[in-house]
C-alpha cells in the first residue's frame, strides 16, 4: 500500500477485504462477505472495528484477514471476531491471532458476550514461528476461551472451514451453528487423512455440517444459508443473560398453543407419542429453540419460555427409539444442563423413559460413564428444577431425569405416571419366569394378567404421592400454570451444591 493514499482510500482499501475474485468464488457458493455477515448480526451500523489496520502495509492481508469488533446484539454490548475468506482464505497470521486475543480480552474485562463467526482454513504455516508456539500464540485463544467458559455466552456461527487447530475454537463454544453446504470442521482434512492414514474420504463425510449435527454431535443448528445461521445465533441469544452474574430477560408472556394435552399422552406406556407436541402445549407459542435437534434425538433438549421466562427443557421423546437413553443423548443432556446452570436458567425435565439402553454395544460405549455424567450434571445444577412425570420413569432413568432423590424444587407427577423400577410386564416376568414356564399355556395369560394388575396397584401415582415420593399429582391441562407459577416462585433460589475446589466428573 503506498504511504500517499489518503485516509479515506486506505480505509475503503481495507474494507473490501481481498481479490474481487474470491469474492466472486463465494458469491457462488452462497457465502456472504465478512462485512455484510456483521451487518445481519449488529443491531445497527454503530459497531466499532479494532485492528483495522494491521497489516495493512502488506500488499493482500487487508485487516490481516479477521475483523475483530464491538457493539450492540438484541440491544447489548458483545465483542465479534468475524474471518474474512476473502483474504488467503480467512487463515491465520501472527497479527489474525493478536487481535482475537485481544478482542478475547475485552470481553473478558467486561464481562461481555463474545461471538465467532467462523471462516477459516487455518493456520499459515509460513507464519507459523510468529504465531503457533510462543506465549501471546494461537494456543492462547483457547486458553481465553476456557478463561470465558460459562463467564458469558459464547456462540459460534460457522460458514465455512474451520480447520486444524482452528477447530476447538467451536468446540469451546456454548453453541455452534453451523451452515449446510460449507460449513466444516476437522483436525485434518480429507487430503491429509488419505496421505497419513490411507482412508479416502469426501469432505461432508470427514467433517461436514450435516455430519457434525447428526453424528458427532460436535453441531448444534444446522441451518439452511447464511442468514438463516445469523438470526439462529440472534435468537438464541435472546435467552442468552449478558454473562453468568445477571438474569435471562424476561419477555412478554404469549399463550401456549391450544392442545388437549391429556388426550395427547397415551394411557398405554408402549404407545410412542410425540414429546415436541406435548413440549409446545406448556410454553409460550413459537418460543422453542431446540439445541441438537439432529443429535440423539431420542431426547430433546431446548431453551423455551413460559409466561415470558427462559427455561430449559430436557425431555425423553418415546417417537424416537421408545424414549431410552443412550451414552448420546446422556452426553446431550449433560452438556445442556451445565450450560443452563452456568447461566441461572432453571430447567424443566420432561420424563417419559424406560431407563438406560443395555447390550454389549452401549457397554463398550461406556454407557455407564456417560450416565454417569448426565446425572452428576443434573444433580449439581443450582438452579430451579422441576420434574414432570408424563408417563412413566423406569430405573435410573428416574435418577437421571431429576428424580426425588436428587433434590428437585418439586417432583410433579400426571395421573397417567408411573415410577417404578421396572415396568409392568418385564418386572412379573423377571419374578414369575419360572412360575409362567411351569403354567399350563392355557392358564398363563390370566395368571401373567393378575400379576401386572397386582404390580400396578402397588406403584399407583397416588400411593406414591400419599408416600411424599412426589410432591404433587396435576392434570396435564393445568400443568403449564401450575409451571408458571412455580418457576417465578422459585427464581430467588441460591444455593451452593457443596463446598470443594472442583468436582472429578465421569469422562
Same mark, same amino acid.
Given at each position: 500500500?503506498?504511504?500517499?493514499?489518503?485516509?479515506?482510500?486506505?480505509?475503503?482499501?481495507?474494507?473490501?477485504?481481498?481479490?474481487?475474485?474470491?469474492?466472486?468464488?463465494?458469491?457462488?457458493?452462497?457465502?456472504?462477505?465478512?462485512?455484510?455477515?456483521?451487518?445481519?448480526?449488529?443491531?445497527?451500523?454503530?459497531?466499532?472495528?479494532?485492528?483495522?489496520?494491521?497489516?495493512?502495509?502488506?500488499?493482500?492481508?487487508?485487516?490481516?484477514?479477521?475483523?475483530?469488533?464491538?457493539?450492540?446484539?438484541?440491544?447489548?454490548?458483545?465483542?465479534?471476531?468475524?474471518?474474512?475468506?476473502?483474504?488467503?482464505?480467512?487463515?491465520?497470521?501472527?497479527?489474525?491471532?493478536?487481535?482475537?486475543?485481544?478482542?478475547?480480552?475485552?470481553?473478558?474485562?467486561?464481562?461481555?458476550?463474545?461471538?465467532?463467526?467462523?471462516?477459516?482454513?487455518?493456520?499459515?504455516?509460513?507464519?507459523?514461528?510468529?504465531?503457533?508456539?510462543?506465549?501471546?500464540?494461537?494456543?492462547?485463544?483457547?486458553?481465553?476461551?476456557?478463561?470465558?467458559?460459562?463467564?458469558?455466552?459464547?456462540?459460534?456461527?460457522?460458514?465455512?472451514?474451520?480447520?486444524?487447530?482452528?477447530?476447538?475454537?467451536?468446540?469451546?463454544?456454548?453453541?455452534?451453528?453451523?451452515?449446510?453446504?460449507?460449513?466444516?470442521?476437522?483436525?485434518?482434512?480429507?487430503?491429509?487423512?488419505?496421505?497419513?492414514?490411507?482412508?479416502?474420504?469426501?469432505?461432508?463425510?470427514?467433517?461436514?455440517?450435516? %455430519? =457434525?449435527?447428526?453424528?458427532? @454431535?460436535?453441531? *448444534?443448528?444446522?441451518?439452511?444459508? +447464511?442468514?438463516? /445461521?445469523?438470526? &439462529?445465533?440472534?435468537?438464541?441469544?435472546?435467552?442468552?443473560?449478558?454473562?453468568?452474574?445477571?438474569?435471562?430477560?424476561?419477555?412478554?408472556?404469549?399463550?401456549?398453543?391450544?392442545?388437549?394435552?391429556?388426550?395427547?399422552?397415551?394411557?398405554?406406556?408402549?404407545?410412542?407419542?410425540? %414429546? =415436541?407436541?406435548?413440549?409446545? @402445549?406448556?410454553? *409460550?407459542?413459537?418460543?422453542?429453540? +431446540?439445541?441438537? /435437534?439432529?443429535? &440423539?434425538?431420542?431426547?430433546?433438549?431446548?431453551?423455551?419460555?413460559?409466561?415470558?421466562?427462559?427455561?430449559?427443557?430436557?425431555?425423553?421423546?418415546?417417537?424416537?427409539?421408545?424414549?431410552?437413553?443412550?451414552?448420546?443423548?446422556?452426553?446431550?443432556?449433560?452438556?445442556?444442563?451445565? %450450560?443452563?446452570?452456568?447461566?441461572?436458567?432453571?430447567?424443566?425435565?420432561?420424563?417419559?423413559?424406560?431407563?438406560?439402553?443395555?447390550?454389549?454395544?452401549?457397554?463398550?460405549?461406556?454407557?455407564?460413564?456417560?450416565?454417569?455424567?448426565?446425572?452428576?450434571?443434573?444433580?449439581?445444577?443450582?438452579?430451579?428444577?422441576?420434574?414432570?412425570?408424563?408417563?412413566?420413569?423406569?430405573?435410573?432413568?428416574?435418577?437421571?431425569?431429576?428424580?426425588?432423590?436428587?433434590?428437585?424444587?418439586?417432583?410433579?407427577?400426571?395421573?397417567?405416571?408411573?415410577?417404578?423400577?421396572?415396568?409392568?410386564?418385564?418386572?412379573?416376568?423377571?419374578?414369575?419366569?419360572?412360575?409362567?414356564?411351569?403354567?399350563?399355556?392355557?392358564?398363563?395369560?390370566?395368571?401373567?394378567?393378575?400379576?401386572?394388575?397386582?404390580?400396578?396397584?402397588?406403584?399407583?401415582?397416588?400411593?406414591?404421592?400419599?408416600?411424599?415420593?412426589?410432591?404433587?399429582?396435576?392434570?396435564?391441562?393445568?400443568?403449564?400454570?401450575?409451571?408458571?407459577?412455580?418457576?417465578?416462585?422459585?427464581?430467588?433460589?441460591?444455593?451452593?451444591?457443596?463446598?470443594?475446589?472442583?468436582?472429578?466428573?465421569?469422562?
Amino acid at each position: 500500500m503506498k504511504l500517499d493514499k489518503t485516509w479515506k482510500e486506505r480505509v475503503e482499501q481495507i474494507e473490501k477485504g481481498g481479490s474481487e475474485k474470491y469474492h466472486e468464488a463465494n458469491a457462488s457458493k452462497g457465502k456472504l462477505f465478512v462485512r455484510d455477515r456483521l451487518a445481519r448480526l449488529f443491531d445497527d451500523s454503530s459497531w466499532k472495528e479494532d485492528g483495522k489496520f494491521a497489516n495493512a502495509e502488506t500488499e493482500g492481508l487487508p485487516a490481516d484477514g479477521v475483523i475483530t469488533a464491538i457493539g450492540k446484539v438484541d440491544g447489548r454490548t458483545v465483542c465479534v471476531m468475524a474471518n474474512d475468506s476473502t483474504v488467503k482464505a480467512g487463515s491465520w497470521g501472527a497479527k489474525t491471532v493478536e487481535k482475537i486475543i485481544r478482542i478475547q480480552e475485552t470481553a473478558l474485562k467486561l464481562k461481555a458476550p463474545m461471538f465467532y463467526l467462523v471462516d477459516s482454513a487455518g493456520a499459515r504455516i509460513t507464519d507459523q514461528i510468529e504465531m503457533f508456539p510462543n506465549r501471546r500464540g494461537a494456543g492462547r485463544i483457547f486458553h481465553n476461551q476456557v478463561k470465558l467458559s460459562g463467564m458469558v455466552p459464547q456462540i459460534c456461527v460457522l460458514f465455512g472451514p474451520s480447520a486444524a487447530g482452528g477447530a476447538y475454537i467451536p468446540s469451546f463454544c456454548d453453541i455452534v451453528i453451523m451452515v449446510e453446504g460449507n460449513a466444516s470442521m476437522y483436525l485434518g482434512s480429507p487430503r491429509m487423512a488419505e496421505m497419513v492414514i490411507g482412508e479416502k474420504v469426501s469432505l461432508e463425510e470427514m467433517g461436514g455440517a450435516k %455430519m =457434525h449435527c447428526s453424528v458427532s @454431535g460436535c453441531g *448444534d443448528v444446522l441451518a439452511a444459508d +447464511e442468514p438463516e /445461521a445469523i438470526e &439462529a445465533a440472534r435468537s438464541y441469544f435472546s435467552y442468552m443473560p449478558e454473562n453468568y452474574q445477571t438474569a435471562s430477560a424476561v419477555k412478554e408472556a404469549v399463550p401456549a398453543v391450544e392442545k388437549d394435552l391429556e388426550k395427547l399422552v397415551p394411557a398405554n406406556q408402549n404407545v410412542p407419542f410425540d %414429546m =415436541h407436541q406435548f413440549i409446545d @402445549g406448556l410454553i *409460550d407459542e413459537s418460543s422453542f429453540f +431446540e439445541v441438537k /435437534a439432529l443429535f &440423539a434425538k431420542e431426547l430433546i433438549t431446548g431453551l423455551a419460555r413460559i409466561e415470558g421466562r427462559t427455561v430449559g427443557i430436557i425431555a425423553n421423546q418415546p417417537k424416537q427409539k421408545g424414549g431410552v437413553l443412550f451414552h448420546d443423548s446422556a452426553d446431550k443432556a449433560a452438556r445442556f444442563i451445565t %450450560m443452563c446452570d452456568a447461566f441461572g436458567i432453571p430447567l424443566l425435565f420432561l420424563v417419559d423413559v424406560p431407563g438406560f439402553m443395555i447390550g454389549t454395544r452401549v457397554e463398550k460405549a461406556g454407557i455407564i460413564r456417560h450416565g454417569a455424567k448426565m446425572v452428576a450434571a443434573m444433580s449439581s445444577a443450582s438452579v430451579p428444577k422441576i420434574s414432570v412425570v408424563v408417563r412413566k420413569a423406569y430405573g435410573a432413568g428416574l435418577y437421571a431425569m431429576a428424580g426425588p432423590a436428587f433434590e428437585p424444587d418439586a417432583c410433579i407427577a400426571l395421573p397417567s405416571a408411573q415410577i417404578a423400577v421396572m415396568g409392568p410386564e418385564a418386572a412379573v416376568n423377571a419374578v414369575y419366569a419360572n412360575k409362567i414356564a411351569a403354567l399350563d399355556e392355557s392358564d398363563r395369560p390370566a395368571f401373567i394378567a393378575e400379576k401386572r394388575k397386582e404390580y400396578q396397584e402397588n406403584i399407583d401415582i397416588y400411593r406414591l404421592a400419599s408416600e411424599m415420593i412426589v410432591d404433587d399429582v396435576i392434570p396435564a391441562g393445568a400443568l403449564r400454570d401450575n409451571l408458571a407459577s412455580r418457576f417465578e416462585l422459585y427464581a430467588g433460589k441460591d444455593v451452593v451444591f457443596s463446598e470443594r475446589k472442583r468436582p472429578i466428573y465421569p469422562v
